[in-house]
């Protein structure tokens, strides 16, 4: 009998534990940093970094020695996954915000299309609650196979071109700066993230953010 309890204990807890984690809409990770932004302040003198893990990944504030530069990217997120925090970041009405997001959308089979609609309402959101911040649309970057790593997304380098082609076209539509990061980290001759920018083919190494640094400082500063 005690066994028989034992069991049926695991099961319930086996059956709680999964529908907690189907009721879940992002992940851990997500949640983690989210809660945390929340409870940080923007201002209208501060710099938004705003994407997934590529901006994660980066100590922009330091980068640029300026401490109103705010990095609020989160590993994995998507496009839902941005419009969904967007409101203790616009709140503060910031100057100026660097968005990069959609790599995840393509790694999940998501349409370039779709992909520019998810981007376009978080353009709007922002123009709706913060009107005078400054919005930069940063293409997505290239990404390269030959690592064998992170296929999903790896696997998708056309994906992207169709993506940023579409991006061109959101930015003159809803009047935001567009910064082209594709083409200074392609290389030419394979149409893949070129080698000394990345060891994965997905994020960046550090030469890869000294570069991103000097292709965007002019609209930072």
Partial sequence: MAMKKIYLFAVLIFVFTSVSA????YS??????????EALHTSPKDIIFLGNSITNGCEWAELFDNPHIKNRGISGDICDGVYDRLYP???????KLFLLIGINDVSRGTSADSIAGGVKRIIEKIQSDSPRTKIYLQSVLPVSDVYNMFQSHTSKGKVVVDLNSRLVEL????KVFYIDLYSHFVDKATGKMRSDLSNDGLHLLGKGY???????KQYVN
């Fill in 28 to 37: 851990t990770f997500y949640e983690q940093r989210a809660s945390l932004f």
């Fill in 89 to 95: 970041i616009v709140k503060g009405k910031p100057a």
């Fill in 22 to 25: 189907q009721k879940r809409k």
């Fill in 210 to 216: 000294l570069l991103w640094r000097d292709l965007i």
């Fill in 171 to 174: 930015a003159k539509d809803k």
